[in-house]
């Protein structure tokens, strides 16, 4: 990657134990980062590369900034307003309680651009680690529809009728909850496990299970649990939560399933697999690749072919960051590692593949790319960026969205959108402070 990590210098995370910021994205990309530094800086000095599909760095001189602006496009430009630190009462109706479960829907302190825009949808995020918030990109309006239990890991169900994140239970606990997206009063804590850590949600394909990890205390072992839906109608009852698999580690990273519902994998170092008719831990399924962990696992839409990112460096650029692999889990293996087939260098830290699987964008440090699985080529189409930009795709891939900030002495992450192909990048909010992570671009 071509950059050092810019951090938020003025958030709370940094005061927050490295380990244990799992709350949202933030820790995350926190923890993969700081482990591909420490790789990069271990690594012998005589490597030699991995064999290359395309040029990226011929590639690197085509940034947002000299792609010629689509004319169908019109520009935006939000207005300014004040966001606290935190959401409060104060800063919300009169009428605002605080309720431990039941969302109230409230809109955010910001003047939201007027001007329409051709991209369509709604953008579901985590706002200040605090609150959940969705954004219309139609419009550029935002609200919070949730306000209390310090949400994180926001998922949107692939069927995008609900929304599913980890919040405070009782005590200090933190529980699994789901919300439904056609009435927000609808929230249902579906776990009641009573552990201090809950991490990584992931929905099935067909939207009616969840897996997760969570431990009883914050350094402790994790397990793998899966909640399925045993209800019906627009506010369904969960239930039959089951721990699948036990493990060693104390951080799992990137839970997916495969299109059947019969096996998850997940990270953590390499990649490794749970078999859920036998409830048994598999792996790991990949072997070391020397540079440093293997991470960001996703089955390729409706294949069991798991794709990841191995930890890689340019040793022209030391650009460091993940190389496209993958590997067919069709089949179980009995004894030894697949041999994963390494790919595009993206030098990424995270990656998501369009609903159809032609288009994958991969968000490093400081850079988007996107990459055309037909013909297997990347190439860059925002460079630069003060965040690592988060990116993911709108429903039909036409568009991305993603974390940047203007020019200025106290950078403040902001939503922008770009097309594909890297025409027109421009704000959607205009937050004076905060901090945003989980981004979900879902249908109007």
């Given at each position: 990657m071509t950059r050092i990590r810019r951090l938020f210098s003025n958030r709370v995370h940094a005061s927050v134990p490295l380990l244990h910021t799992w709350r949202g994205g933030q820790g995350v990309r926190f923890f993969i980062l700081l482990l591909l530094l420490v790789s990069a800086a271990c690594q012998p000095a005589g490597s030699d590369a991995l064999p290359t599909l395309i040029d990226l760095n011929a590639l690197a001189t085509q940034t947002a900034a000299a792609i010629t602006p689509d004319a169908n496009v019109p520009t935006i430009t939000p207005t300014p307003t004040t966001i606290p630190t935190r959401i409060t009462p104060a800063t919300l109706p009169p009428a605002w309680t605080a309720a431990p479960t039941v969302a109230q829907t409230t809109a955010l302190p910001v003047t939201p651009a007027q001007q329409q825009i051709n991209a369509t949808g709604t953008i579901f995020y985590?706002?200040?680690?605090?609150?959940?918030?969705?954004?219309?990109?139609?419009?550029?309006s935002e609200e919070?529809?949730?306000?209390?239990?310090?949400?994180?890991?926001?998922?949107?169900?692939?069927?995008?009728?609900?929304?599913?994140?980890?919040?405070?239970?009782?005590?200090?606990?933190?529980?699994?909850?789901?919300m439904s997206r056609t009435n927000f009063d609808?929230?249902?804590?579906?776990?009641?496990?009573?552990?201090?850590?809950?991490?990584?949600?992931?929905?099935?394909?067909d939207s009616k299970r969840l897996a997760f990890a969570a431990s009883q205390t914050t350094t402790g072992r994790l397990?793998?649990?899966?909640?399925?839906?045993?209800?019906?109608?627009?506010?369904?009852?969960?239930?039959?939560?089951?721990?699948?698999?036990?493990?060693?580690?104390d951080i799992v990273l990137d839970i997916a399933w495969n299109p059947d519902a019969t096996r998850l994998v997940f990270s953590s170092g390499l990649i490794y697999g749970v078999d859920l008719g036998e409830r048994r831990l598999l792996g790991p399924l990949t072997s070391p690749g020397g540079f440093g962990p293997d991470y960001g696992s996703v089955f390729y839409p409706g294949s069991n072919t798991v794709y990841f990112l191995r930890t890689d460096t340019d040793l022209n650029s030391s650009d460091v960051g993940g190389r496209l692999a993958y590997f067919d889990f069709s089949v179980i293996p009995k004894q030894?590692?697949?041999?994963?087939?390494t790919s595009t260098p993206l030098f990424a830290l995270e990656m998501q593949f369009s609903r159809d699987g032609r288009y994958l964008v991969a968000g490093g440090t400081d850079r988007i790319l996107v990459q055309d699985m037909d013909i297997q080529t990347a190439a860059p189409i925002v460079n630069q960026t003060k965040f690592p930009p988060q990116p993911v795709f709108n429903p039909d891939a036409s568009f991305i969205a993603y974390l940047d900030s203007p020019d200025g002495p106290r950078p403040v992450p902001q939503i922008y959108i770009v097309t594909r192909s890297g025409n027109q990048p421009r704000p959607l909010t205009a937050h004076t402070e905060g901090n945003i992570s989980d981004l979900n671009w879902v249908n109007p």
């Open positions: 985590i706002y200040n680690s605090d609150s959940i918030a969705m954004l219309d990109v139609a419009s550029a919070l529809i949730l306000a209390t239990g310090s949400p994180g890991s926001l998922r949107v169900a692939p069927d995008e009728r609900s929304l599913a994140y980890v919040a405070q239970g009782s005590g200090s606990a933190r529980e699994l909850y789901v609808c929230v249902q804590a579906i776990t009641s496990l009573g552990q201090a850590r809950l991490i990584a949600p992931a929905w099935s394909a397990s793998i649990y899966t909640v399925e839906q045993i209800g019906i109608g627009d506010c369904p009852a969960w239930g039959n939560v089951q721990r699948v698999a036990d493990t060693d580690f030894s590692p697949f041999d994963a087939i």
